[in-house]
């Protein structure tokens, strides 16, 4: 399952099956689980642990040190869980120690080509980040959000669930669960109704969330004012609830 040309430091833990490509590298501290695949030409370097059953592409740079001038040597993470597919040419950095020491990718991730995840990211369960999508440090992404290609995300930025970003979208505040942003400038374009529909979402809940958008986005209320006017007509169901919640925790501001 390893070709005789990878070179496999010792110290790496490697389950039985974990199949490795020609030429690729695997660091001394890196561990990887049961049914993963590592493609030909991979590094994987540094405190680096990848769950069971993901397939990583060639010429991908997995666990190599943050691009943070701070960064000093620290036995900082990158933890991968399971069932994602990181293709060719992906960057993912480890985190660092004035943040949670770690970056973390969940589960069941597709990550196309050229993709970039740098120090203390997190990013959810199901999400789709289409090629060259690069996230800067300390960004925040939740479950099922789909960036469009060449999506930038501004460091501190959180993307909540549900969320999608066009092509070429720039972030720079946080993005509401269930909300597109796209355009150049980049700005807020409405809900992510197909999305809600793939997803499961009922009429009556997809009604909700469109209507809380439009008392958010188009009342000219104060967000406050808005967010208020949201509870209590709605403050009785989650799935909106999570929008509120959103806002209330939000520290670069909401994209608005």
Request: net charge negative.
């Amino acid at each position: 399952m390893i070709h005789s040309t990878a070179i496999i430091e010792a110290g790496a833990e490697l389950a039985d099956d974990v199949h490795v490509g020609a030429y690729s590298v695997i660091g001394k501290h890196v561990k990887i689980d049961a049914g993963s695949w590592i493609g030909p030409h991979v590094v994987i370097q540094g405190h680096t642990s990848i769950g069971k059953d993901n397939k990583i592409y060639q010429f991908s740079s997995i666990g190599e040190i943050p691009q943070d001038k701070k960064y000093d040597n620290e036995a900082t993470q990158l933890i991968i869980g399971d069932r994602n597919v990181i293709r060719e040419c992906c960057t993912f950095n480890t985190g660092t120690t004035q943040d949670l020491g770690k970056t973390i990718l969940g589960d069941d991730n597709w990550i196309m080509a050229y993709v970039h995840l740098a120090h203390d990211c997190v990013v959810g369960n199901n999400t789709i980040f289409a090629n060259n999508a690069t996230l800067a440090g300390h960004v925040t992404i939740e479950n099922d959000v789909i960036l469009g290609g060449f999506t930038l995300v501004h460091q501190f930025c959180h993307i909540g669930e549900h969320a999608f970003t066009g092509m070429g979208a720039a972030i720079t505040k946080d993005l509401l669960p269930y909300m597109v942003a796209a355009g150049t400038p980049t700005t807020l374009s409405g809900v992510n109704k197909e999305g809600l529909r793939r997803k499961g979402f009922d009429d009556e809940a997809r009604y909700r969330i469109n209507d809380a958008h439009k008392i958010i986005y188009r009342k000219k209320l104060t967000l406050n004012d808005a967010l208020k006017e949201v509870v209590n007509k709605y403050g009785n169901y989650p799935d909106v609830m999570l929008m509120v919640d959103f806002c209330s925790k939000s520290k670069r501001g909401i994209l608005r």
